[in-house]
Antibody, heavy 120, light 111 residues
């Protein structure tokens, strides 16, 4: 079955860095675009970034552009999010999700999330 | 401030029906398909509706989706206490600066 497992979250001081990982199994990873989506405590979902299946095209929300870098290793079935210059407002649970398309985009599979806490 | 606008909360009694609206614009809902997600407390979101009105396997037909113009609607009939959760709409946005957007979420309370 499809599984996505995030890791790498934790507590970090403002200005610091973290690298999140998402290990996937149960599908051909290299066939799918992948996304990072976050949820601040008590808040709604926010798309952060996505990457095409080959890793050559990346897209970012304005709130993280220039600070976060999404990447993937198809040989390792893994997705990454390098987060630099972290701010308090980046505190959130970060989910990786598989991009699915039929007529439109949707997210059928999500990881369990990993919590990132940024303190000042 | 979310690009897609949802009511913060809705409520209804068990067995009744409820609708949750999601309002956008021509750059998102007006020209794209909508998906809906259910998030139980402490859990990851779960896909309920894709392509505006299609249900994945395993999602009961008590859940339905529709769209008119720049607004989408999630409908739930035969409410159960287990439906108490947060619900989010999502779609693609064609504007230059925003690619994928979510609604702010709606808390459903089953009284």
């Amino acid at each position: 079955q499809v599984q996505l497992v995030e890791s790498g979250g934790g507590s970090v001081k403002s200005g610091g860095s973290l690298r999140l990982s998402c290990a996937v199994s149960g599908f051909t990873f290299s066939d799918y675009y992948m996304s990072w989506i976050r949820q601040a405590p008590g808040k709604g979902l926010e798309w952060v970034s996505h990457i095409n299946n080959g890793g050559s095209n990346t897209y970012y929300a304005d709130s993280v552009k220039g600070r976060f870098t999404i990447s993937r290793d198809n040989a390792k079935n893994s997705l990454y999010l390098q987060m630099n210059s972290l701010r308090a407002e980046d505190t959130a649970v970060y989910y990786c999700a598989r991009d699915d398309f039929r007529s439109g985009l949707f997210y059928a599979y999500w990881g369990q999330g990993t919590l990132v806490t940024v303190s000042s | 401030q979310s690009v897609l606008t949802q009511p913060p909360s809705v409520s209804a009694a068990p067995g009744q029906k409820v609708t949750i609206s999601c309002s956008g614009s021509s750059s998102n809902i007006g020209n794209n398909y909508v998906s809906w997600y259910q998030q139980l407390p402490g859990a990851a979101p779960k896909l309920l509706i894709y392509d505006t009105n299609k249900r994945p396997s395993g999602i009961p037909d008590r859940f339905s989706g529709s769209k008119s113009g720049t607004s989408a609607t999630l409908g739930i009939i035969g409410l159960q206490t287990g439906d108490e959760a947060d619900y989010y709409c999502a779609t693609w946005d064609n504007s230059l600066s925003v690619l994928r957007v979510f609604g702010g979420g709606t808390k459903l309370t089953v009284l």
